[in-house]
């Protein structure tokens, strides 16, 4: 399984971007996918997830209202769509597919595969 995570960059408080994350070596449109992050100094915390049909969607608390997670299944591609940012999303921001089929993306401990992430940074 390849993510490639793209979409990242410097940002001010206030704006947007929008992360797109490209998937190959997997029949995508089985499987669950999530967006992760990581800041400096910090562990990795769950942001997002989408079901394998796009039924289903989780946030953190901290993003729900700010950030939309969606997925192109004919791109085998899930975004990321973040608004309304602060200082303290930034963070690498990483993709990963769960690992068992048909999943709703609600455990993180099922997401095994990872992408190399993009770096999201929000200036106050």
């Known amino acids: 399984v390849q993510l490639q995570a793209s979409g990242g960059g410097l940002v001010q408080a206030g704006g947007s971007l929008r992360l797109s994350c490209v998937a190959s070596g997997l029949s995508f449109s089985d499987y669950a996918m999530g967006w992760f992050r990581q800041a400096p100094g910090k562990e990795r915390e769950f942001v997002a997830s989408i079901s394998w049909n796009g039924g289903k969607t989780t946030y953190r608390d901290s993003v729900k209202g700010r950030f939309t997670i969606s997925r192109d299944n004919a791109r085998n591609t899930v975004l990321l769509q973040m608004n309304s940012l602060k200082p303290e999303d930034t963070a690498v921001y990483y993709c990963?597919?769960?690992?068992?089929?048909?999943?709703?993306?609600?455990?993180?401990?099922?997401?095994?595969?990872w992408g190399q992430g993009t770096l999201v940074t929000v200036s106050s």
């Open positions: 990963a597919a769960d690992s068992v089929r048909y999943g709703l993306g609600m455990i993180e401990g099922l997401f095994t595969s």
